[in-house]
């Protein structure tokens, strides 16, 4: 499977903006799916994610202005911002964690927020 990450650009502080992750083909099982985040000079961070058992677990910096959602029938997922922060500024990624094999990245789309 592959993932293909959109939807990134640059908005003012207090804005929002509308990630999504499209899958190559649907994927009957999985650990996690979901979406992290690396701002410059910072390592990779854990927004986002959707459990296999259907949790949604949010980091808590993003609690109340995030949410994750899925849509089965397209093979997508996505992210919805709000209330945007300029420290949300960063590239994100999506990323699929299956029950066998490695891991999946998207490729990363850029979030700005300026202030």
């Known amino acids: 499977v592959q993932l293909q990450a959109s939807g990134g650009g640059t908005v003012q502080a207090g804005g929002s903006l509308r990630l999504s992750c499209a899958l190559s083909r649907s994927v009957d099982s999985w650990n996690v799916m979901g979406w992290w985040r690396q701002a410059p000079g910072t390592q990779r961070e854990q927004v986002a994610i959707?459990?296999?058992?259907?949790?949604?677990i949010y980091k808590d910096a993003v609690k109340g202005r995030f949410t994750i959602s899925r849509d089965v029938a397209k093979n997508t997922f996505d992210l919805q911002m709000n209330s945007l922060k300029p420290e949300d500024t960063a590239i994100y990624y999506c990323?699929?964690?299956?029950?066998?094999?490695?891991?999946?990245w998207g490729q990363g789309t850029l979030v700005t927020v300026s202030s």
């Open positions: 990323a699929l964690v299956p029950r066998t094999g490695s891991d999946v």
């Open positions: 959707i459990t296999g058992d259907d949790r949604r």
